[in-house]
Nanobody, 125 residues
């Protein structure tokens, strides 16, 4: 079974870059029909999709975060990472790495099948 584990600093200062890594086991991040994604949940708010990377390496980001977001991968270590620059306290959230898997013929039919446990990141001076 695929398992995902987030790692990275739990505290980031304002204006710095938030960096997290998701380590994947039980499957390859180059697997087709899978979107390797980052999602976050600020305290008291709902889930917010950040972006994802396809097995091809192509990336897609939320319009509201695109200018500050970068998703990359390290295929040798079966990892993908998130960098969110110029953070503010509003970026404080639990961050999840998630694997969306295709389940139908349409390329819109993906669901979040595999989740990491989530990691708390606090932006504070």
């Amino acid at each position: 079974q695929v398992q995902l584990q987030e790692s990275g600093p739990g505290l980031v200062k304002p204006s710095q870059t938030l960096s997290l890594t998701c380590t994947v086991s039980g499957g390859s991040i180059t697997t087709t029909n899978t979107c390797w994604s980052w999602i976050r949940q600020p305290p008291g708010k709902g889930l917010e999709w950040i972006g994802y990377m396809l097995n091809s390496g192509n990336t897609y980001y939320s319009p509201s975060l695109k200018s500050r977001t970068s998703i990359s991968r390290d295929t040798s270590n079966n990892q993908f990472s998130l960098q969110l620059s110029s953070v503010t306290p509003e970026d404080t959230a639990v961050y999840y790495c998630v694997a969306y898997v295709k389940f139908g013929d349409s390329n819109k039919n993906f669901y979040p099948k595999f989740w990491g446990q989530g990691t708390q990141v606090t932006v504070s001076s």
